[in-house]
């Protein structure tokens, strides 16, 4: 385990340290209530809501970075200053981690965070959903021009073969929404 080590005279940002207990995984095949969007043209719809400064400047825009298992999102918002006006989404299954990462970013776009760097972190939201079973309800074809993995398969034994996100039917669909060159 690593600890961050404490800079003298430079206050720590308020999210080095989890607040929260959660489970490290959740059973993709199991029956939940979770919301999902019913066609990718109702995911369009929500935008608004997740994304309010840079929607009300061009409504045409669309989710491009997609990161699947995004955890408490700490890769998207790296890269969330590194490109400005691209809509990125962290799609992540455990309810109280998407919780975490959502106040998490309403906090860094209202500047309630001391000591970060000046971005409006518009870009940039998060949301719980299954990928393995309703990812297709969210993404038209070739609409991502990135999709992220970082920590793919915890399900490592023969028979949790049916749990991994990187499966050879779920490839096809990865690149199905993947536009040429992504």
């Known amino acids: 385990m690593t600890s961050s080590v404490a800079v003298p005279g430079?206050?720590?940002?308020?999210?080095?340290r989890l607040p929260i207990r959660t489970r490290p995984h959740r059973n993709p095949l199991a029956e939940?209530?979770?919301?999902?969007?019913?066609?990718?043209?109702?995911?369009?719809q929500r935008l608004p809501d997740?994304?309010?400064?840079?929607?009300?400047?061009?409504?045409?825009?669309r989710i491009e970075f997609l990161d699947?298992?995004?955890?408490?999102?700490?890769?998207?918002?790296?890269?969330?200053?590194?490109?400005p006006e691209t809509l990125m989404l962290g799609l992540e299954i455990r309810p109280k981690?998407?919780?975490?990462?959502?106040?998490?970013?309403?906090?860094?776009?209202?500047?309630?965070?001391?000591?970060?760097?000046?971005h409006h972190y518009g870009n940039v939201w998060f949301d719980q959903l299954n990928v393995m079973k309703f990812g297709s309800n969210c993404f038209d074809k070739a609409q991502l021009s990135k999709i992220f993995f970082c920590y793919p398969d915890?399900?490592?034994?023969?028979?949790?073969?049916?749990?991994?996100?990187?499966?050879?039917g779920l490839v096809q669909e990865y690149a199905y929404w993947l536009r040429v060159g992504g």
Not at 155 to 167: D, E, F, T, V, Y
Request: hydrophobic fraction near 40%; glycine fraction near 4%.
């Open 10 to 16: 430079v206050e720590q940002p308020k999210w080095t």
């Open 32 to 44: 939940n209530d979770d919301d999902h969007p019913e066609c990718p043209e109702a995911m369009n």
């Open 50 to 61: 997740m994304y309010p400064e840079l929607m009300r400047v061009a409504v045409s825009r």
């Open 68 to 83: 699947v298992g995004c955890a408490f999102g700490g890769m998207l918002m790296a890269l969330a200053p590194q490109f």
């Open 97 to 118: 981690v998407v919780d975490f990462a959502q106040k998490k970013t309403l906090a860094l776009r209202n500047g309630d965070v001391p000591n970060m760097p000046t």
């Open 154 to 168: 915890p399900h490592w034994k023969r028979k949790n073969i049916r749990r991994r996100i990187i499966s050879p």
